[in-house]
């Protein structure tokens, strides 16, 4: 009689015969001192990878201070530099051997709009015109009059103008407000 294969009589017979027919040959141990060397070498990998990265941000952090301190040297510099032709002027007409009142006011109503025009190049504004609607984020009252002929919170008299530079308030105006 020619033998028959047995069925398995449940999935789970079915299964445990399957994974023991293909489960490879165990593979032998590591020994623990290869275990433990492998994962010294892998913690001082880890270490070494650890320590690179502090040493990188700490380059990085001292490399970003020195530019930012440059950087600040740097945009004073250009500013004063952009002054100096003023100062010069101021020094021609200080030096003027003859000068009469005439030519000294129209030295320095020169000065003044060279001076302005820097200011302008450097991107700083001037506000506080008579006239403006008084804004206390960026006028100083320090007075106030009653006027029938001006409108409420107008600017009646500017004493110093404000400056600003893009939104920044270099100084607020000083300025009279009426009603």
Avoid: C, W
Avoid at 130 to 137: E, I, M, T
Avoid at 153 to 166: D, E, M, Q, T
């Amino acid at each position: 009689m020619a033998k028959k294969k047995e069925e398995p009589a449940t999935q789970a017979e079915a299964a445990e015969t399957t994974a023991a027919q293909t489960e490879p040959e165990a593979q032998p141990e590591q020994p623990a001192e290869d275990k433990s060397a492998a994962l010294e070498k892998e913690l001082a990998a880890a270490k070494e990878a650890h320590i690179r990265t502090l040493a990188e941000y700490d380059n990085y952090r001292k490399r970003s201070t020195r530019e930012k301190e440059a950087t600040y040297g740097d945009a004073k510099a250009a500013a004063l530099k952009e002054l100096l032709p003023v100062l010069d002027n101021f020094e021609r007409a200080l030096s003027a051997p003859d000068a009469d009142a005439e030519s000294l006011k129209k030295g320095m109503d020169m000065i003044f709009q060279g001076f302005l025009t820097t200011l302008e190049k450097l991107g700083v504004e001037p506000f506080g015109e008579v006239g403006d609607p008084f804004d206390p984020n960026i006028h100083n009252a320090v007075m106030h009059l009653e006027d029938d002929t001006l409108g409420e919170n107008v600017i009646a008299a500017v004493f110093s103008k404000g400056y600003k530079l893009g939104d920044r308030i270099l100084r607020p105006a000083m300025v009279q407000v009426a009603n």
